[in-house]
């Protein structure tokens, strides 16, 4: 029993309540994200959009999903870790419940743009308030939770929602609502407020070179720094800052390249999968063991990378990633597919919580919203790359496409080496900055 305890307590031990709510609604929030699921499939078959049409829909919705992200950011600064998610909780279950009811084609696509709004803009809140409750040392297990949490919560609405959509593609969006309801009913009840007043904000010229050397704006409350230790600012600046830290946006062009890559799994796979004469069916089992392999390791990635330089584990993840989809080359039989899967699938578990956490260590506190919006800005659009610039390079290049993917990932690889020290030299200079500030208060 004792080894269990340990593992559990090195796993998930020394977290905050409130980190745990917030937590429990992310869980809450995926099990039950049935709706945008089978949106495609309910305008098809439900509204008689034809394929075009309902492609054209659904991309309101990813339209109003970049928009949000980034209000989402802005309000997350400006209003508030807590205020920003039940905003966008409520809003959230409006859109869903109209959904129910709406028939005109032209009002469903609105009613979209507004779900992507109000869905994406909790992103950057969620993680903001993660970062803010969390101390530094504990924000490694605390984001590979997250990231489990993201997946069970995945893996369970994908077998719950085909069960629903046989039931009532109605009932499917007023359940979603009714989930979304519940996360923004626990966040009012037990979630509270945790920005804290930003005491030193950065300063947009504070950024905007690749200098080691930060302002002690990076410095939070939850790092330990007394409160009432800084003079209040006059500029805490705004996106504009975000958009011209040099040693942030090489990171995110990182994760911009990672996102790439492993979008591949959902874009590109299958096209390959059936020009090898494989069944959806066999397509279905790569994706199960992916998400199964994450439900059940995830756990047990933080004590295989603490202590280790996040740098040295991005790249470990990019090089698996890139070796996962280069394997595919030679891959035509589900066997293949299925190991390629394991190698892919393990590079993305051991990079989630070091991006995350380097993500939360260059985040100033007046900024956090912002700095979150613009890394999970990444996503969306290597959603929309992946299958343009994919479905391109497998056309014209065969499986020579797949070396391309793997050069692609030992190349991020080698980029996340040259780009560790100066991210890890900022990373110190705050931290003594943080300490020397707590020892002259």
């Known amino acids: 029993m004792r080894p269990v305890r340990a593992w559990l307590r090195d796993t998930a031990g020394g977290l905050s309540a409130t980190y745990w709510y917030l937590w429990t609604g992310l869980l809450i929030n995926k099990v039950g994200g ?8 309910y305008l098809t078959s439900q509204r008689g959009a034809g394929t ?16 949000g992200t980034l209000a989402g950011g802005v309000l997350t600064d400006r209003w508030g870790r807590r205020r920003t998610l039940l905003v966008s909780h ?17 009002a469903i696509a609105a009613l979209c743009a507004l779900l992507g709004i109000a869905q994406s803009m909790a992103a950057p809140a969620f993680v903001a308030a993660i970062i803010d409750v969390t101390p530094a040392e504990k924000r490694s297990r605390a984001f590979n939770l997250q990231f489990w949490a993201l997946n069970l919560g995945l893996a369970g609405a994908s077998l719950l929602a085909g069960l629903l959509a046989q ?14 309801l519940a996360t923004g009913v626990l966040i009012a009840w037990k979630v509270p407020e945790t920005l804290r007043p930003a005491m030193f904000s950065p300063t947009p010229s504070a950024f905007s070179t690749a200098s080691t050397d930060p302002p002690a704006s990076f410095s939070s409350a939850s790092d330990g720094t ?63 063991l992916g998400g ?46 299925l190991t390629a899967a394991v190698i892919w699938t393990l590079g993305s578990m051991l990079a989630a919580p070091p991006n995350a956490e380097i993500n939360s260590e260059l985040a100033p506190l007046a900024l956090r919203g912002r700095y979150q919006a613009v890394f999970f800005l990444t996503f969306p659009a290597a959603s929309f790359l992946a299958p343009s610039l994919g479905g ?29 020290p100066p991210r890890e030299r900022r990373v110190a200079a705050i931290r003594s900055e943080t300490s020397a500030t707590a020892n002259v208060a």
């Open 392 to 420: 391109a390079g497998l056309q014209y290049l065969g499986n020579a496409h797949w070396l391309v993917i793997g050069a692609l990932g030992a190349a991020a690889a080698a980029l996340h080496l040259m780009a560790g």
């Open 90 to 106: 409520f809003a959230t279950v409006a859109a869903l419940a109209l959904l129910a009811f709406t028939t005109p084609l032209p």
């Open 167 to 180: 039931w009532s593609y109605q009932g499917l969006f007023l359940i979603d609502a009714a989930c979304t």
């Open 34 to 41: 049935f709706a945008v699921l089978f949106l495609s499939l």
């Open 292 to 337: 199964a392999l994450i439900v059940v390791g995830q756990l047990f990635i933080p004590r295989l990378i603490d202590g280790r330089r996040k740098a040295r584990v991005l790249a470990l993840a990019l090089l698996l990633n890139g070796a996962g989809f280069a394997a595919l080359a030679i891959a035509d039989h589900l066997a293949l597919y």
């Open 226 to 288: 007394p409160a009432g230790t800084r003079k209040p600012a006059t500029s805490p600046g705004g996106l504009g800052t975000v958009l011209t830290d040099r040693i942030f946006l090489v990171f995110v062009g990182l994760t911009l390249i990672q996102a790439l890559i492993y979008t591949q799994a959902s874009t590109i796979v299958p096209l390959a999968m059936h020009a090898d004469g494989l069944s959806p069916s066999a397509y279905g089992a790569v994706v199960a």
């Open 52 to 67: 075009a049409q309902a492609g054209l829909i659904v991309g309101t919705y990813g339209i109003g999903g970049l928009l």
